[in-house]
């Protein structure tokens, strides 16, 4: 059978269905292939990542791959790790920060994409976005609470902080995030990889 992700890529890189509320205008940022046994679900591409089209290329990014200890060359080699954010654009500033990824991306891809990964997967759900999306029955719990109880998720997802600057000082209040959850984050990423 054929490989589809690249035909999939191809059609996303030309999505331009909500162009008109994307002041920056289209350009979708998102990595997969289909032997990735790692797939990070994060918010949407910031300013930096628009301008690059380069997926997690800020200092979040960075922060990223030191928790999960993914060197860069596995971190972008797309048949490791899959990278699918809930909102493929940059969505624009908003007046703390930039908006809300918009809600068009993840009805209209990622069960496609979802379909052409492996199902031994190892899941990252990075901010609330992704895990009200995909953990809907723990929305009632607050971030901090579906991270600490990681375990509960079973062994293919973790949910995570999203690892913006912002993320400095929720660290220093939980340092069981760091002592508990990031080693155990790294053995999981390590099996997969």
Not at 49 to 61: F, I, K, L, R, Y
Request: net charge positive; with cysteine; glycine share 8%.
């Amino acid at each position: 059978m054929p490989d589809a992700a690249p035909k999939l890529r191809k059609e996303i890189s030309a999505c331009t269905h909500c162009a008109e509320h994307l002041p920056a205008g289209p350009r979708p940022v998102v990595q997969f292939g289909s032997t990735a046994r790692i797939l990070i679900i994060g918010q949407a591409p910031g300013s930096k990542v628009h301008a690059t089209g380069v997926p997690w290329d800020d200092p979040s990014g960075e922060r990223l791959r030191e928790w999960t200890g993914i060197a860069p060359q596995d971190f972008y080699d797309e048949k490791k790790v899959a990278l699918m954010p809930m909102g493929f654009c940059y969505p624009g500033k908003g007046k703390s920060g930039d908006l809300p990824p918009r809600n068009e991306c993840a009805p209209l891809w990622h069960e496609r994409i979802l379909d052409v990964l492996p199902d031994d997967r190892l899941t990252l759900l990075v901010g609330s976005y992704a895990q009200n999306h995909y953990l809907p029955e723990a929305k009632k719990e607050s971030l901090s609470e579906r991270v600490r109880n990681f375990a509960a998720f079973g062994t293919n997802v973790f949910p995570l902080p999203h690892p913006s600057w912002r993320v400095v000082g929720w660290m220093k209040r939980n340092p069981w995030f760091e002592e508990d959850v990031l080693p155990a984050l790294k053995k999981a990423v390590a099996q997969k990889l």
